[in-house]
């Protein structure tokens, strides 16, 4: 329908980007589900029809009046979203419109289409993804390599189309580290070198990355940082961006020791043991230990840069008095009334960043928190107490905390024990 549209009105009409290269990839046995197609339309020669992308959408919304429709930036792209049902999910068309500003040459000219989806083609990240297929006629179902994408996806590489691309914009290490990992393809080797180079040029220590007045960059950052976090290929992917010391975009002190390692590795059991449901973020949990590694100074500033919620930069800016709150008091703890009356105060993520970080004595007594003293309540509670003729109040809290510590200390097991204790 979309290249109807767009033949009907003397465009071009492509598909470019991660579908290509993802239809490329599959097996022509297995069913490929997209959930994100992103078309470029091109090849008009009126200025009115800059906003091609946009017409094309809504004309395609018309014919579809499900999706929704959403229009971005200076009226050049648009996009349709499909609400499908909760196994498919949803399935978003972005159509751009290719930029031509630089071209302005009669449209009949079949060198001015070519050049004009080749520089779209030019500003995208990788040769695998700048690709695309033309989807009106003629020559419908044309592949437009320009770039060498289709040796690239043979021989399993991610090679970048230009020398300053990290420069440019360093989300994209993180998006070359994403796709090897995911795909299962090499750095090529010049493109690894010139990641090396963009690292080492230190340029991210004066960049925007680490300034709060780069939002967009940020907010883009933090999107492949999640992107990874989440992915189950994540643990490839840290180590990868760890190889290629690319920490430093987030702070430039912060390195993947093995200190680091350890503290990861740590936090996938804390979490497989007290967050099988998933009510925390993990990823974020990932993110937070990498920035609880950096010094105590630095992790708000980089918390804040990366667009953290508030209870997590909270969370992490504490977590030095905490961690000190926390090593000082548990080793006279003997008893586990004792052990619970310093821990209850901290919530599950602050106990988990803190383990990850302490020496195993304190650690082992957290994990004992956390697996059964936490877990622990007396054989009577506040509504029994009232049944007994108790009144609520400053002291009918009290007795709840000591009938709680007894019974967390063993001298109470069951209702008599209880009852027997409030007696004394
Ligand atoms: P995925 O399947 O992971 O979504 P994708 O290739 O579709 O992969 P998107 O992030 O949706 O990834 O981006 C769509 C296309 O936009 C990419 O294929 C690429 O051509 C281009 N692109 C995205 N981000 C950048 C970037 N930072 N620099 C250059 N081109 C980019």
């Not at 159509?95 to 289409?113: G, K, L, S």
């Not at 840290?238 to 920490?247: R, S, Y």
């Not at 500033?301 to 905490?322: E, G, H, T, W, Y």
């Amino acid at each position: 329908k979309a290249s109807e549209q767009a033949q009907k009105r003397g465009w071009h009409l492509y598909l470019v980007g991660g579908a290509v290269r993802d239809l490329l990839l599959a097996d022509p046995d297995e069913t490929l589900l997209l959930s994100d197609i992103d078309m470029v339309v091109d090849g008009f020669h009126r200025s009115a029809d800059v906003g091609a992308g946009v017409e094309l959408a809504k004309a395609l919304q018309n014919t579809y009046p499900e999706a929704r429709l959403e229009v971005h930036g200076q009226f050049q792209t648009a996009a349709l979203l499909w609400h499908l049902d909760p196994v498919l999910d949803s399935l978003w068309v972005d159509i751009a419109t290719a930029r031509t500003e630089f071209y302005p040459y009669p449209a009949a000219n079949p060198e001015v289409e070519a050049s004009s989806i080749r520089q779209d083609l030019y500003r995208r990240d990788f040769t695998i993804n700048a690709l695309a297929v033309r989807l009106t006629s003629p020559r419908a179902g044309e592949l437009l390599d320009f770039f060498g994408g289709l040796r690239d996806l043979r021989s399993r590489q991610i090679r970048v189309l230009h020398a300053n691309s990290f420069i440019e914009d360093p989300t994209r290490i993180y998006r070359a580290v994403r796709f090897a990992v995911r795909l299962g393809f090499q750095l090529e080797t010049q493109t690894e070198r010139y990641i090396r180079y963009a690292l080492d040029s230190g340029i991210y220590e004066r960049s925007l990355i680490q300034n709060s007045k780069a939002p967009a960059l940020q907010t883009r950052l933090k999107a492949e940082l999640k992107y990874i976090l989440q992915a189950p290929y994540w643990k490839g992917a840290l180590k990868l961006l760890g190889d290629l010391e690319a920490l430093k975009c987030l702070h430039s002190t912060l390195e993947l020791d093995d200190q680091l390692w350890k503290q990861v590795r740590l936090l996938e059991r804390c979490l497989r043991r007290f967050d099988p449901e998933k009510t925390l973020d993990h990823w974020q949990m990932r993110l937070e230990v990498l920035i609880a590694h950096l010094a105590p100074e630095y992790r708000p500033k980089v918390a804040k840069n990366l667009q953290l919620p508030d209870d997590s930069i909270k969370r992490l800016q504490q977590l030095d008095l905490d961690q000190a709150n926390v090593a000082e008091s548990l080793p006279a703890c003997i008893h586990p009334s004792e052990i619970t009356r310093v821990l209850k105060q901290y919530g599950l993520p602050t106990l988990i960043l803190i383990a990850v970080q302490s020496q195993r004595p304190i650690r082992r007594l957290i994990w004992k928190y956390l697996t059964q003293y936490a877990h622990i309540q007396p054989p009577l509670n506040g509504n029994d107490l009232k049944a007994l003729g108790y009144k609520p109040g400053r002291e009918f809290k009290q007795m709840l905390d000591h009938l709680l510590a007894a019974t967390l200390d063993g001298e109470i097991r069951d209702r008599a024990d209880a009852e027997s204790f409030l007696a004394k």
